[in-house]
């Protein structure tokens, strides 16, 4: 089913770019990951690493997108993927420390609490420029959307620790609470011979971007994605438990809960950005730029600056947040950017990139 509406997403941008055959075409590629506590490979593996740092935050955005502009309208196709987690630091450093066989201090309350977003969708969005005064204009757009995967949903509580010489019988106390939708398992359910069949959400959402100029040197760009939307789900699945664990009490422990299919509209978070370009002398070409992204997880912040070179517009990159740098190029016909905070990819904690291709045909 999701192929079908691909392809009729598919029909509808090339019916729009034969109508509009003389514009070039643009094929845009952006990834984005980061982990705070652990490499991004260590965390998409088993948590395994020598150490763990202070974070709260990880997520990994992708999308791929073919576009086509025509005077004040975009048309665009694109396959968009999204995983958001936020989560406290007790709660990464407890699932550390059970990954890597080591034995939690003693007499510990750990706060425990994650929130967890995943969608894998594909869409058509169509685009409207309007112009608010010289140099200022507003786009608003509009997506469809068919989204095959998600996860949604949140895991809190507390434990209490108690001297032990392994990970199974530290807790003492532990209080939990689980309630998340979804269209596969992500805990196991299956052992419990739960398979539900989902079938794929169909939604939409809206996008709006100000951009204008303050000055003859300094350009500026507020741009908030998914500011509203929703995924309609007939027959989502969802997993609601509840644990109390007492090693004093009788019994010892009580789990209730249950598993569950019923009809969803699943908010799509919203996210962001804004970005300043200043070109500090009019008659010289050097650029810098500084701009922060934000979504569900962590909001990262950027500085540049570039400068033209033998055809080619080339910069340098610097995340603070994250400590990442990076180089961008800029060759008219198609933009690279690449960023990462090591050069050892099995030990980043953030990489991120970018490629647009424009074409005429």
């Known amino acids: 089913m999701l192929s079908l509406v691909f392809q009729s997403f598919l029909l509808c ?21 980061y ?22 935050a990880a997520f990994a955005q992708g999308k791929m997108e073919l576009i086509q502009t025509y005077q004040q309208q975009t048309y665009r196709i694109f396959w968009q993927y999204d995983y958001w987690l936020k989560f406290t630091p007790d709660a990464a450093k407890l699932y550390y420390q059970y990954a890597n066989d080591d034995i939690p201090e003693q007499k510990k309350y750990y706060d425990l609490g994650i929130r967890a977003v995943h969608l894998d969708m594909v869409g058509f969005r169509w685009d409207n420029q309007y112009l608010l005064r010289p140099n200022w204009s507003m786009t608003y757009g509009v997506s ?6 998600t996860i949604d949903g949140r895991f809190s509580g507390g434990a209490l620790g108690q001297s032990a010489n392994n990970f199974k019988d530290y807790a003492q106390r532990i209080h939990a609470s689980l309630d998340y939708w979804y269209d596969q398992p992500a805990l196991h359910e299956e052992e419990l011979a739960w398979l539900p069949d989902v079938t794929d959400g169909l939604g939409f959402s809206t996008y709006v971007s100000i951009s204008g100029q303050l000055s003859d040197q300094l350009k500026v760009q507020v741009q908030v994605d998914d500011i509203y939307g929703e995924i309609h789900w007939k027959d989502l699945a969802r997993t609601q438990y509840h644990l109390n664990y007492d090693v004093d009490g009788r019994p010892l422990y009580q789990i209730t809960g249950q598993l569950s299919q019923s009809r969803k509209i699943q908010r799509i978070p919203t996210s962001g950005l804004w970005k ?20 569900l997880s962590a909001n990262l912040c950027q500085l540049g600056v570039s400068y033209p070179w033998a055809g080619y517009r080339i910069g340098a ?45």
């Open 317 to 361: 990159l610097l995340e603070p947040t994250s400590s990442a740098v990076g180089v961008s190029i800029d060759g008219g016909w198609f933009e690279l950017k690449y960023l990462a905070d090591h050069l050892n990819t099995n030990q980043a904690h953030r990489m991120g990139m970018s490629l647009v291709a424009h074409y005429l045909w």
């Open 35 to 56: 982990s705070e506590p652990i490499p991004i490979d260590a965390f998409t593996d088993d948590w395994v690493y020598p150490y763990l740092k202070q974070g709260e």
């Open 144 to 149: 469809l959307l068919k989204a095959a995967h």
């Open 13 to 33: 941008f090339l019916l729009c770019s034969h109508t509009h055959a003389n514009q070039p075409i643009i094929f845009q590629l952006t990834a984005d990951v």
């Open 276 to 295: 300043f370009e200043y070109q500090p002398w009019l008659t010289h070409p050097l650029q810098a730029t500084v701009g922060c992204q934000h979504n």
